[in-house]
């Protein structure tokens, strides 16, 4: 079953710290992995993307991980700043373009 | 770029009657994607359309859900008979064609749908 399993659902960090978030898949057809940003009454965003050929990618303070063997990629935001404070879906796709997106994660930065 | 846009951008509705929203995707994207999104949800793929062919349907759109794109440029999703279910957020994404990576999608703010 082509799915996406995203973790924590929910995540408080203080200003400056390392936000952290994982996503995990089962059909190893996938082979586009973006994560998504979204705040309240906005359409996602594209925050950064990966392919499963590189094992990291970073762009600014966002780096994604990814874990081809463990069919396993995670998020890391680093310096975290209140206006990170958003809702991240992590997502993939195989050559049919369809996206399949996670359950989301909820963060929220402390100043 | 003006970006994808949706309309209306909030719609409320008595369950049994019809809706239709409108997606005028970024100009030069030749593909448009219909998604829907619950509430604590992550959007779900309903269907999507390369030019003016739909070439995917999900199975979450029941018969009762239509979406059209006439001439290849904007489209239309229309809900008939609408139940209280139907209430979500209906997101329209664009892209150009070419490799995910290299044509991502972009999404628009969404119709946000109530049926009461």
């Known amino acids: 079953q082509q799915q996406v399993k995203q973790s924590p659902q929910s995540l408080i960090v203080q200003k400056g710290g390392i936000s952290i978030i994982n996503c995990a898949y089962e059909n190893t057809a996938f082979d586009y992995f973006p994560w998504y940003q979204q705040f309240p009454g906005k359409g996602p965003a594209l925050l950064i993307a990966?392919?499963?050929?590189?094992s990291e990618k970073k762009e600014g303070r966002f780096t994604i991980s990814f874990n081809k063997s463990a069919k396993q990629f995670s998020l890391h935001i680093m310096d975290s700043q209140p206006g990170d404070s958003a809702t991240y879906f992590c997502?993939?796709?195989?050559?049919?373009?369809?996206?399949?997106f996670g359950q989301g994660t909820e963060l929220s930065v402390k100043p | 770029d003006t970006g994808v846009s949706q309309n209306p951008r909030h719609k409320i509705t008595k369950r049994g009657q019809n809706v239709t929203f409108r997606c005028d995707p970024i100009?030069?994207?030749?593909?448009l994607y219909w998604y829907r999104q619950t509430l604590g949800q992550g959007p779900e793929f309903l269907t999507y359309f390369q030019n003016e062919a739909q070439l995917e349907k999900s199975r979450l759109l029941s018969d009762r859900f239509s979406a059209e794109r006439p001439k290849g440029s904007f489209s239309t999703l229309e809900i008939q008979r609408t139940e209280q279910g139907d209430s979500a957020m209906y997101l329209c994404?664009?892209?150009?064609?070419?490799?995910?990576?290299?044509?991502?999608?972009?999404f628009g703010n969404g119709t946000r749908l109530t049926v009461t």
């Open positions: 990966i392919r499963p050929d590189v």
């Open positions: 994404a664009s892209s150009l064609g070419g490799s995910s990576y290299n044509s991502p999608l972009h």
């Open positions: 997502a993939a796709s195989d050559g049919t373009r369809k996206l399949i």
């Open positions: 100009s030069e994207h030749n593909r």
